[in-house]
């Protein structure tokens, strides 16, 4: 899978459509990343947005060297920080409350799932933005550690480090929490 870059070529090629396909395969990924830096989905989406619009404005700038999709989550991540730079204040992120109803035994093993993976999104929130955005990137996007050190701007050792701290960190929460145990 290419993540869009032979469709970036037929765009540079004079093919309009093209862009389209690229902005189908990376647009969800770029906004639910973008959204763990700002916390606010719309902003997230703006952002997103953008991001395509400088893709699309300086089509030269880009010079496939590394993937399109860790070129677009760079735009992106750079973007999101500067928003960040330029609020007063943060708002924090609610994460949505559960409903359950116990009708039966998997309505409370779903809720059991639901529930782990809560605390794990609150635990991986609470992590430094350095190494949630490692987490991100590595585990929920599945960028190689060259990519995410492209991404986050530094190099391998350092994501490999804010990987295992983020990891240790996460064990010892989940531990004292016990959800490790659920």
């Known amino acids: 899978m290419d993540n869009g870059e032979s469709s970036y070529r037929r765009y540079l090629e004079g093919d309009e ?9 990376l647009f969800d990924k770029l906004v639910f990343f973008v959204e763990r ?5 719309h902003v997230a989406e703006d952002i997103a947005i953008d991001s395509f619009v400088e893709l699309m404005k300086h089509k030269t700038r880009y010079d496939f060297r ?11 991540r750079c973007r999101a920080l500067n928003y960040l730079k330029h609020q007063k204040r943060r708002a924090a992120v609610p994460l949505g409350e559960l409903e359950m109803t116990l009708a039966d035994e998997r309505v409370s093993d779903a809720f059991l799932k639901r529930e782990r993976d809560r605390l794990l999104h609150e635990a991986i929130a609470d992590l430094p933005e350095d190494m949630r955005a ?3 990137l590595t585990y929920f996007e599945g960028l190689t550690y060259d990519e995410v050190a492209r991404v986050m701007k530094k190099n391998k050792k350092q994501v490999d480090n ?10 010892h929460t989940l531990e004292k929490e016990e959800v490790l145990t659920l």
């Not at 590394?66 to 989550?73: A, E």
């Not at 804010?162 to 064990?171: I, V």
């Open 37 to 41: 830096y700002v916390g606010d989905y």
């Open 66 to 76: 590394v993937s399109l999709k860790t070129y677009v989550f760079m735009i992106g």
């Open 134 to 136: 490692a987490i991100h």
């Open 162 to 171: 804010l990987l295992y701290r983020a990891k240790t960190m996460l064990r």
């Open 17 to 25: 459509a093209a862009f389209d396909e690229v902005v189908k395969t």
